[in-house]
């Protein structure tokens, strides 16, 4: 009954009073405002939050908020279109507070109130000038203002039209300095609104900026136009010419000049250097957002007319040069961390737990987000970004690889880099860097990078930088760069200028025919047959392999193993899973994928390697005057447009007589392997570890040439023409000479044994380590490894020969 009868009253009070719209209630709430400022004293000490004026600018948004859910086919409704036409100069006066902060705390406000109003209408209406003239404003203010305590609000509202311009890449005209008026004028707030919140504001000067020093025309526009002169038919179309505020931003492309600005990447980088790694954080996202934008004119303009991509690579470098230098080079490799939860872990206590930690998560941070930015952004900043990236960082960190004190950590520093880089360009360039872009023989230095100087410190005898430079090698391997492996050993094997010339056809028939090499051949075949170590690698293998297997397996006497009945099961599957890891990733390189010569039948690489025969009958009568040509199956040796550096060599060897010893140079990377490998019985354990584990690297690559310098025992080289297994034949040699001297060396080689693969951290710690003893156990692992690489290798080959066939 009593609702009843209040809904009477309420239905004669709308009759008599009928209620406010929507636009009175706004127009009630900024008059509102306006009264307030008329009586404010400015001797006031009321905080902004304890007066009225936050509540009217919050109903006034809500309002606009409300409108538009109600609106229908994009319209605007009357409230939004007061703030349009400026009747109700809402902006301006947001902007004015963001200006004088008064009373304290408006500043706050302000931008948050203008952050929401673009977060929360579906339709801002940023291309009109009465709207984004204030924001421009606001953040020229804001950028005044270095670490100011509304850091974070700032860094919002730049984000918010960072993500306006991403749904709308023609807003992006808008923060060009064409569009921007001469920033006296457009600092100069409104007279109409001054006369409304008479605040006085002391007179300041702009501090002068760089990034926002432009050069403006005798007479600058008076109007701002969206949209650029079209200079076929020199018409301008300016807002105040076509009568309508809402200029559309997408009625021609913008032709940028030299001299333009794209002021929202300059004012986002301004906040890099905020010591609130939220912002740091919130300005990264900024920089993201307009860099992955689509458009060529605007990727040019930021690469062109910004510092953007400069100062992202200077930074990276700062950080690498704010590393402690007594850093341990073994905290480089415990870090795992991405640019984004580079804030949290610094508020984590746990995660301080070795000296340098924050000045190694900033660098490491930083070189992520740098990763990111090039796998998102536009390909012409990607371009840009990579090229900065070597000059303003690899360049100068090189310096710091010479340096006897910093060399150590430098190395460990890049090879982490290496190994967390994703972006291929970044990679790219890491390569060029490294092994350098020439394309001719090594005349120069400079034309190596710093390949040569990385392999010539390795045999300096400080075992811990050889340590180091070893994982830089092995991540540069594992990388997988086409040209970076080019340079390092293919650029060398692709001529197969390493093969001696053929012996004469009455020579080689009587080497086949000889009964003592028969015998010898015969025993080898036997003992491996019967020997446990094999495995399950002679259970499946056919006689093409046998003698392969038997080289490397055989290559150290049973009496100084450390564990002569192993099995290689374990060594077949990791090398079956790597394998097919590189086959992966080389199948979009332009390798060959057989070597043949032209007067030849077959091949002496061990993929048909025979315990009958050393050689090849066929392959070993045929003449080799002329280097063999690879047989081109996935295209030339070589690079992506066909190696030109490989080519030049091949080329050169084509015109020589015949392959000798004085021809075939290894290069400066295989020539330090090989010394490294010749002295592996005086040098450490984990030297030697890395030390094989590059070579099983570059045994797994599936170039035939490679494979066969490598992999093939029986390979006829000329003499002093370096080899793998030659190289390991000599250590075994002198291995199998001294270890014998050790007292009790059965019971030494036994425990060693143990100890290493317990894989305990204590026994890194125990100063006195038997070299000898554990540079046997490594070759024989190592060995073992070998002729599982082999193995698989040969059966795929073998796999895919029906297939061959059917093509």
Not at 304 to 313: D, F, K, Y
Request: proline residues 6%.
């Amino acid at each position: 009954m009593l609702s009843r009868f209040s809904d009477v009253l309420q239905t004669a009070a709308d009759v008599l009073a009928p209620p406010a719209t929507r636009l009175e209630d706004f127009e009630y709430h900024w008059k509102m405002v306006v009264n307030f400022y008329q009586n404010y004293e400015e001797s006031s000490k009321v905080h902004f939050e304890d007066t009225r004026v936050p509540h009217h600018l919050h109903q006034m948004l809500q309002l606009i908020v409300d409108e538009e859910k109600e609106q229908q086919g994009g319209t605007v409704g009357p409230c939004l279109e007061a703030v349009i036409q400026r009747s109700v100069g809402v902006l301006d006066a947001l902007s004015l507070l963001v200006s004088v902060d008064r009373p304290p705390g408006a500043r706050y406000s302000a931008l948050t109130l203008a952050t929401s109003l673009l977060r929360r209408t579906r339709s801002p209406c940023l291309n009109s000038p009465h709207v984004y003239r204030p924001l421009q404003r606001m953040l020229l203010i804001c950028n005044e203002s270095p670490a100011s305590p509304t850091e974070k609000e700032e860094v919002e509202l730049l984000l918010t039209l960072c993500g306006l311009v991403r749904k709308e890449p023609g807003l992006a005209n808008i923060f060009t300095t064409p569009f921007v008026e001469d920033t006296a004028s457009l600092m100069m707030i409104p007279e109409d609104i001054k006369a409304l919140i008479p605040i006085k504001s002391k007179a300041q000067t702009p501090k002068k900026n760089p990034l926002f020093e432009v050069d403006m025309a005798p007479n600058p526009l008076k109007t701002v136009s969206i949209v650029r002169v079209n200079k076929d038919d020199n018409y301008v179309q300016s807002s105040s010419s076509a009568g309508d505020d809402n200029v559309s931003s997408k009625s021609h492309k913008t032709v940028y000049d030299d001299n333009d600005k794209f002021l929202l990447i300059d004012l986002l980088l301004s906040y890099l250097d905020s010591a609130d790694n939220q912002v740091v954080l919130r300005a990264c996202e900024g920089v993201l957002i307009v860099s992955s934008l689509a458009e060529d004119d605007i990727a040019a303009l930021v690469t062109g007319c910004s510092p953007a991509c400069e100062r992202l690579a200077a930074r990276l470098l700062r950080r690498y040069r704010a590393l402690p230098p007594d850093l341990d080079p073994a905290a480089v490799d415990q870090l795992s961390i991405t640019w984004a939860y580079v804030a949290q872990d610094f508020g984590d206590k746990n995660y301080n737990n070795f000296y340098g930690y924050r000045e190694l998560t900033a660098f490491f941070s930083w070189l992520d987000y740098i990763d990111t930015l090039m796998k998102e952004c536009h390909p012409i900043i990607a371009c840009h970004l990579s090229r900065a990236f070597r000059t303003q960082f690899l360049e100068p960190a090189a310096e710091e690889l010479a340096e006897p004190r910093s060399a150590i950590l430098a190395t460990a520093v890049l090879a982490k880099c290496l190994r967390v880089l994703d972006s291929q360009d970044l990679v790219n360039e890491f390569s060029s860097w490294l092994a350098g872009e020439g394309e001719g023989g090594e005349g120069g230095a400079g034309e190596w990078g710093q390949l040569r100087a990385l392999a010539l410190r390795c045999l300096r005898g400080d075992h811990d930088l050889t340590l180091e430079t070893l994982r830089f090698f092995e991540a540069v391997i594992e990388k997988g760069s086409e040209h970076s492996i080019d340079r390092l050993v293919l650029s060398r094997v692709c001529a197969r200028a390493y093969r001696a010339a053929a012996p004469a056809l009455q020579d080689e028939r009587e080497r086949l025919n000889d009964l003592s090499l028969a015998r010898e051949r015969e025993r080898a075949r036997q003992s491996l047959a019967t020997d446990e170590r094999a495995g399950g690698l002679l259970a499946h293998a056919d006689d093409n392999i046998h003698r392969v297997v038997n080289s490397f397996l055989l290559l150290l006497p049973r009496g100084v193993q450390s564990q002569p009945l192993a099995d290689c099961e374990h060594y077949v599957h990791d090398a079956q899973r790597h394998y097919q890891l590189w086959l992966d990733i080389t199948s979009t390189y332009n390798w060959p994928t057989e070597v043949t010569c032209a007067d030849t039948a077959s091949s002496t690489h061990s993929y048909d390697s025979r315990p009958e025969a050393d050689l090849h009958l066929d392959d070993a009568f045929a003449p080799v005057h002329a280097p063999c040509e690879p047989k081109p199956s996935r295209g030339a040796c070589g690079g992506a447009g066909g190696c030109n550096f490989t080519q030049a060599l091949v080329l050169r060897s084509r015109d020589a007589p015949a392959a000798s010893e004085e021809e075939f140079d290894a290069g400066p990377f295989l020539k330090m392997l090989f010394k490294l490998l010749s002295t592996m019985p005086d040098q450490p354990y984990q030297v030697n570890l890395h030390l094989t584990s590059i070579i099983s690297k570059l045994a797994l690559l599936p170039h035939p040439n490679l494979h066969e310098y490598l992999l093939n025992p029986d390979l006829p080289t000329a003499k002093g023409t370096p080899t793998l297994f030659k190289t390991l034949q000599e250590v075994a040699r002198r291995l199998t000479m001294e270890v014998p001297r050790i007292k009790n060396y059965k019971k030494v080689i036994e425990n060693t044994r143990l100890q290493l693969m317990s894989e305990d951290p204590s026994y890194d710690e125990i100063g006195s380590h038997n070299q000898l003893v554990e540079s046997l156990i490594v070759l024989e692992e190592f060995c073992k490894e070998l002729a599982a690489i082999a193995f698989v290798k040969h059966q795929h080959q073998l796999q895919q020969q029906p297939h061959q066939h059917q093509r």
